[in-house]
T-cell receptor, first 116, second 112 residues
């Protein structure tokens, strides 16, 4: 079956530090990959996505590259801000498992804390 | 568009009572998903619908849980009878195909 593994948190960084949150996946078909962000008390918001190998998703200074050879989709940001503090979820959707959308398989989330 | 709308935002109920959670998806979206989020288990897909038809309910934990989608603009998730271990945040999400999933703000359920 499908699965997503992401690094355990919390991850604590100082403002302006470089961020990497690792994510690897297992899928039976040709998945699309996503990063979602959840701020306290809110729902999940799509941060970025990539639909095929070597695609790079980017948004708000965050980026992630779909690496099929290493089955990875690591999230990076060059200089984090206090406002980036949130929980980040890596997820996949296997487009071929049911011929259409089949729901997202999520990692367990990584809590990011940015200190001023 | 107002996004995916869930109600209520918070629900506190006594064990044994029936609980109904509601969701209004984004107009035009053909998929609707119900998720449950807990600290121990993370985000779990409970059930999803395509064009109002339930496609996969294998994530529904037991017979106490049921979900319906009587039309394209409304879905309910019902728990009867509720138990303390059902306490969680329940999210509804909708999508147009596999193009992108939009989540509601969730319903925080507490069963005492």
């Amino acid at each position: 079956g499908n699965s997503v593994t992401q690094m355990e948190g919390p991850v604590t960084l100082s403002e302006e530090a470089f961020l990497t949150i690792n994510c690897t996946y297992t899928a039976t078909g040709y998945p699309s990959l996503f990063w979602y962000v959840q701020y306290p008390g809110e729902g999940l918001q799509l941060l970025l996505k990539a639909t095929k190998a070597d695609d790079k998703g980017s948004n708000k200074g965050f980026e992630a590259t779909y690496r099929k050879e290493t089955t990875s989709f690591h999230l990076e940001k060059g200089s984090v801000q206090v406002s980036d503090s949130a929980v980040y979820f890596c997820a996949l959707s296997d487009l071929y498992s049911g011929g259409g959308a089949d729901g997202l398989t999520f990692g367990k989330g990584t809590h990011l804390i940015i200190q001023p | 568009d107002a996004g995916v709308i869930q109600s209520p935002r918070h629900e506190v109920t006594e064990m044994g009572q029936e609980v109904t959670l509601r969701c209004k998806p984004i107009s035009g979206h053909d998929y609707l998903f119900w998720y449950r989020q807990t600290m121990m288990r993370g985000l779990e897909l409970l059930i999803y619908f395509n064009n109002n038809v339930p496609i996969d309910d294998s994530g529904m934990p037991e017979d106490r849980f049921s979900a319906k989608m009587p039309n394209a603009s409304f879905s309910t998730l019902k728990i009867q009878p509720s138990e303390p271990r059902d306490s969680a945040v329940y999210f509804c999400a909708s999508s147009l195909g596999a193009g992108g999933y939009t989540f509601g703000s969730g319903t925080r359920l507490t069963v005492v």
